[in-house]
């Protein structure tokens, strides 16, 4: 499982990597890994997941590389990077996209159901 967010240590995005620590354990009882990428440096997201006490992985993009070859929207007439989880099956292929800026909870919602639902 693949979530990408706009910024460490905005309101909504620790709402949502918060969430997802939270939820670790159900997402491992899944067999599924989780993986969050925005933009900011690598020290950033070393600083952010140690003040969150995150215990999952979070990667950098700096020149957005990555978010771009997703597919990764923009959202407020490109100033903002988009919120957007991707689940992934062992394939490698993405079997579901949920799209939402403001719905951050939803996130993870939607990611455990269809987990949940594939076994």
């Known amino acids: ?14 709402k949502e990597a918060c969430s997802f620590r939270d939820q670790f ?4 009882e899944q067999d599924a890994l989780i993986i969050g990428i925005s ?6 997201h070393f600083e952010f997941a140690k003040k969150h006490r995150l215990n999952y ?8 590389i990555v978010r771009t070859l997703f597919g990764v929207p923009t959202n407020l007439f490109g100033l ?4 957007v989880t991707y689940v992934v099956n062992k394939e490698g292929k993405i079997i579901f996209v ?9 996130h993870i919602e939607e990611a455990l159901r269809i987990l949940k639902e594939m076994k």
């Open 1 to 14: 499982m693949i979530y990408f967010y706009p910024k460490d240590d905005s309101p909504g995005c620790t």
């Open 57 to 64: 992985t979070l990667l950098s993009d700096e020149g957005n």
């Open 25 to 28: 354990d159900v997402f491992k």
């Open 39 to 44: 933009a900011q440096s690598v020290e950033s």
């Open 80 to 83: 903002l990077p988009g919120r």
């Open 98 to 106: 949920f799209n939402s800026q403001i719905n951050a909870q939803k």
